[in-house]
């Protein structure tokens, strides 16, 4: 279908900023009908494999991110992203005067600052939504024109916020405090062992190098445990290098490695603790689900975000915050040891991640994005949001 949209749904570059605007997109669709939203990536990352498949209308056009290094390389590669992120507004506003949106809903990262500026030109309504307790350079850049901002975290610096939680898929707000009956089956279809402490190690959808060589470390160490497991999100950019780990022991440590998990509902389910960077997606499902965490911040990220973000959970008493040069296995080890000990400290720490949880993010960032949506002829919305949906993916070039 090329015709009008009820919304464009952009962002891209990274799962965190994807899968909550699949959640985002897919909700609006089922509101407004499944050809009235689209969804805008980008040609590079994860957004072929996470995007097709969603039953929605798709566009991807080209762009990456800029480097904050000043090397000779880096200054080249970030000219090279400045001409992309060009065509990519020449696409975008093709894209925009195409589908006469009512609203653009811009959900963080370089792939939806050319739509939310092609949007700005043709006089449509943007809604920026935030992830992170402090906003990158992109949402910065869309906040300046956003007719308004839906944030994750309160106190969040941007202009005309509303304060709405991340959006979490509804297939992990469906697992939310899992009881012991959901906890056993879940490790049971992971391969895990029902009555053991299950540790799962997951560095974000490509990957950490950091928490994966203190994963294999700690494994080193719990090799000869037989009452642990570890559940190993290696990321797939880190398979090629990080090999299959120390071979535990006959009758020791149970320890299972995967490139990428796609069942992100059961791992948490399963786990009794994650080990993980801090990504606003990442603690917006721990705070969802109430899962006990070790997190360990992404170093450089700009503004320092994902510290900002663990500590949202650390204050309220979900998490442990260890920094990326102190990450070790022995430092895991000893942060794990610490949680189980009393026994009771884990059940705590559950409740008091579930306390700032928001399972009706969505719900949320939805109003705000249709209160503040043009008004005049809405798309066709006879066909819903079903099984029947039709889907197309396409490449702008």
Not at 300 to 319: F, I, K, W, Y
Not at 383 to 397: F, I, M, N
Request: charged share 20%.
């Amino acid at each position: 279908m090329s015709g009008r949209r009820f919304a464009l749904v952009a962002g891209g570059g990274t799962g965190g900023h994807l899968l909550p605007a699949v959640a985002v997109a897919r909700a609006l669709a089922a509101a407004q009908g499944v050809d009235a939203v689209e969804l805008v990536g980008s040609r590079r990352g994860l957004e072929g494999d996470l995007l097709t498949g969603t039953g929605l209308p798709v566009t991807r056009l080209p762009g990456r991110g800029f480097s904050r290094a000043m090397s000779p390389r880096k200054a080249a590669a970030n000219l090279g992203a400045l001409a992309s992120l060009a065509w990519a507004f020449v696409l975008a506003l093709v894209l925009v005067a195409r589908t006469r949106p009512a609203v653009v809903v811009a959900m963080g990262g370089y792939g939806c600052v050319p739509v939310a500026l092609a949007a700005v030109v043709f006089g449509v309504p943007v809604v920026l939504v935030n992830l992170d307790a402090v906003p990158g350079a992109a949402s910065r850049l869309v906040g300046r024109f956003a007719r308004a901002t839906a944030v994750a975290f309160p106190d969040t610096p941007l202009r005309r916020a509303v304060v709405t939680g991340a959006p979490v898929r509804p297939e992990i707000v469906a697992v939310a405090h899992p009881n012991e009956v959901a906890r056993a089956e879940a490790r049971r279809r992971l391969g895990l062992p029902i009555d053991r402490f299950v540790v799962g190690v997951v560095g974000g959808s490509l990957g950490s190098k950091t928490i994966n060589i203190a994963a294999l470390a700690l494994v080193g160490l719990w090799v000869r445990r037989r009452d642990v497991a570890v559940y190993h999100v290696v990321g797939r950019r880190d398979m090629e290098w990080i090999g299959e780990g120390p071979a535990p022991e006959t009758g020791g440590l149970v320890y299972r490695q995967v490139p990428y998990e796609e069942q992100m509902a059961l791992f948490y389910q399963a786990v009794d603790v994650v080990v993980s960077r801090a990504g606003a997606s990442t603690v917006s499902e721990l705070a969802v689900v109430g899962v006990p965490a070790v997190l360990v911040p992404l170093p450089g990220a700009p503004g320092d975000h994902q510290t900002a973000n663990a500590e949202v959970l650390a204050r309220a008493g979900g998490a442990v915050v260890v920094r990326d040069d102190e990450c070790t296995g022995a430092r895991l080890a000893d942060e794990l040891a610490h949680l189980r000990s009393p026994p009771e400290r884990l059940e705590q720490m559950r409740k008091s991640a579930a306390s700032v949880g928001r399972a009706d993010a969505v719900a949320a960032v939805v109003d705000v994005v249709e209160s503040h949506a043009r008004a005049g002829p809405r798309p066709d919305r006879s066909r819903d949001a079903g099984p029947r949906a039709r889907h197309r993916v396409k490449d702008d070039s």
